[in-house]
Each structure stands twice: as C-alpha cells, then as structure tokens.
C-alpha cells in the first residue's frame, strides 16, 4: 500500500525538481539528468513494472517542459530502460559497482543519441522546430553528463550502502 503511494510521490517529486530547480542552472540543466540516472539504478534495484511506471511518468512530465515534440523524452526513457534491462538481465553477470558505472555510462549515450536521432529526423520532416547540431558543444555536453551521471551513481552507492544493507551483498564497494 505504501509502495503504491511512495512511487507517484517520488516520481512527482524528482520530475518537478530537475525541470525547476535544475533547470535553472546553465551548467546542470545539459549535463545533469537526474531521472535518467535514477531510471538506471531502479533497473537494477525495482520490479520491472515498477521501473516501467517511473519511465513512462516521469517522461511525460519532463516531456510537458520540454524543447522537443512531446513523447520524445518519454520514448528515450523507454528505450534506454529496456535497453538497461536487457543489458542488467542479459548480459552482465558479474553486479558489482563498475557494472553499474557502466552501464551508466551506456545508457547515458543511448540516451542521448536516441534524442539527438529522433528530434533531427523530426526536424527534417519538418515536424519539429528544434534541431540538435552535432558541434563540440554538443559532445562536451554528453562527456561531461558522462562524468556527472558516474560521480551521482558512486555517491548514491555510497549512501544506500549505510541505509540498506541488502545492497552490500549486490555491489562491494571498497
């Protein structure tokens, strides 16, 4: 019962800080995605329906203060979450804190080549006034949400790992 309330509440809660807190700050509003990363680590930690929600509901949030077409953030949501779980159920055997890192990272990019792909496809058509051009600008903003979204997931390994204990048997950090 709890559980059914906790996960709308928190998905309100994160949605509605990075579009207003986050976004108002020049250097985090491009290199800081917040939900991305927790959609990422609720993969790992969350039942896939669960996880599936988070996605669909904060995307859609998102996609409400968004530049581009609506449903375009949702669908990078989805796609980088199935992507992650297939690549969590699949594919990586071995759970440990660089697994996670990496897997950050991967989702990171997909991410962001799915939203630089669909909003240029949209924009050739014609059906979208917003173009993302592939320039340095561009590419330094993905490093460094690479290097932020890896430094959040070692901070927020840290900090579950003295909140709950169940985490220590999943990733050792040292």
């Given at each position: 019962?709890?559980?059914?309330?906790?996960?709308?509440?928190?998905?309100?809660?994160?949605?509605?800080?990075?579009?207003?807190?986050?976004?108002?700050?020049?250097?985090?509003?491009?290199?800081?995605?917040?939900?991305?990363?927790?959609?990422?680590?609720?993969?790992?930690?969350?039942?896939?329906?669960?996880?599936?929600?988070?996605?669909?509901?904060?995307?859609?949030?998102?996609?409400?203060?968004s530049?581009?077409?609506?449903?375009?953030?949702?669908?990078?949501?989805?796609?980088?979450?199935?992507l992650?779980?297939?690549?969590?159920?699949?594919?990586?055997?071995n759970?440990?804190?660089?697994?996670?890192?990496?897997?950050t990272?991967?989702?990171?990019?997909?991410?962001?080549?799915?939203?630089?792909?669909?909003?240029?496809?949209?924009?050739?058509?014609?059906?979208?006034?917003?173009?993302?051009?592939?320039?340095?600008?561009?590419?330094?903003?993905?490093i460094?949400?690479?290097?932020?979204?890896?430094f959040?997931?070692?901070?927020?390994?840290?900090?579950?790992?003295?909140?709950?204990?169940?985490?220590?048997?999943?990733?050792?950090i040292?």
């Amino acid at each position: 019962m709890i559980k059914k309330i906790l996960l709308p509440l928190i998905i309100i809660l994160v949605s509605l800080f990075q579009v207003s807190f986050i976004g108002e700050f020049d250097f985090l509003r491009n290199n800081l995605q917040l939900l991305l990363v927790i959609v990422i680590v609720l993969t790992f930690y969350s039942s896939y329906k669960s996880v599936l929600i988070f996605s669909i509901i904060s995307g859609f949030i998102v996609d409400l203060f968004s530049i581009y077409n609506f449903g375009v953030t949702t669908a990078a949501f989805l796609i980088t979450f199935l992507l992650i779980n297939l690549l969590f159920k699949r594919l990586i055997s071995n759970k440990e804190t660089y697994s996670l890192i990496l897997v950050t990272l991967i989702g990171t990019v997909v991410y962001n080549v799915f939203l630089f792909l669909v909003t240029n496809s949209l924009y050739i058509i014609n059906l979208n006034s917003v173009r993302i051009i592939f320039s340095f600008d561009f590419l330094y903003s993905i490093i460094w949400q690479l290097i932020i979204h890896s430094f959040l997931i070692i901070i927020m390994l840290v900090l579950t790992k003295f909140i709950n204990k169940k985490l220590v048997s999943k990733f050792f950090i040292s």
